[in-house]
């Protein structure tokens, strides 16, 4: 059973454009919230996380957005970089470092 | 952020073989450290909780005499994989958090590649 559903599957920005992922989890156990970027043949890195208890969290460019009663949360990347291209995973967190990955999505920025 | 080191980064077995794969936490003590398998273009896959002086436990699905897991120290987790076939081949990432705290550092992963 897939807890945790990301879209889009694949995301195309211009330089400069925003990007937006989006997430859906089903289980209101979860607690936290992190967003990590991954390169290929590397680890994932640590992005933005955040709390059910807070609606929104920007740190730099890039943004988390959280509804609760929707059962739903989003990352948003401004003024996206051709650096930025990578792939994007949301996760949740029922226990203190054991998450739930959505699908991932594939960012490219074109420059 | 904290720093996890994986070793080897990659590695190519025979089949029926078993591969030893290290997780080390270099700055910071993890009693707790986890362990994620990763498919091509997929997502990753929490294998099982790897728990300093205790038995690991298993996520539902994952073999536990086929991943070994050893956590001897607060900065070492080892995953063996025993008796290694093709299916097996993935990417292995291990993670860990200072203090046990939520925020988890992932390790650069590594490649198995079983022929």
């Known amino acids: 059973q897939q807890q945790v559903k990301q879209s889009p599957q694949s995301l195309i920005v211009q330089k400069g454009g925003i990007s937006i992922i989006n997430c859906a989890y089903e289980?209101?156990?979860?607690?936290?919230f992190p967003w990590y970027q991954q390169f290929p043949g590397k680890g994932p890195a640590l992005l933005i996380a955040i709390r059910p208890d807070v609606s929104e969290k920007k740190e730099g460019r890039f943004t988390i957005s959280f509804n609760k009663s929707a059962k739903q949360f989003s990352l948003h990347i401004m003024d996206s970089q051709p650096g930025d291209s990578a792939t994007y995973f949301c996760?949740?967190?029922?226990?203190?470092?054991?998450?739930?990955f959505g699908q991932g999505t594939i960012l490219t920025v074109h420059p | 952020g904290a720093v996890v080191s994986q070793h080897p980064s990659r590695v190519i077995c025979k089949s029926g073989t078993s591969v030893k794969i290290e997780c080390r936490s270099l700055d910071f003590q993890a009693t707790t450290m986890f362990w994620y398998r990763q498919f091509p273009k997929q997502s990753l896959m929490l294998m099982a909780t790897s728990n300093e002086g205790s038995k690991a436990t298993y996520e539902q699905g994952v073999e536990k005499d086929k991943f070994l897991i050893n956590h001897a120290s607060l900065t070492l987790s080892t995953l063996t994989v025993t008796s290694a076939h093709p299916e097996d081949s993935s990417f292995y990432i291990c993670?860990?958090?200072?203090?046990?705290?939520?925020?988890?550092?992932f390790g650069p992963g590594t490649r198995l590649l079983v022929l």
């Open positions: 996760a949740a967190s029922l226990a203190p470092g054991k998450l739930t």
């Open positions: 993670s860990g958090g200072a203090g046990g705290r939520e925020t988890q550092y």
């Open positions: 289980n209101t156990a979860f607690d936290y």
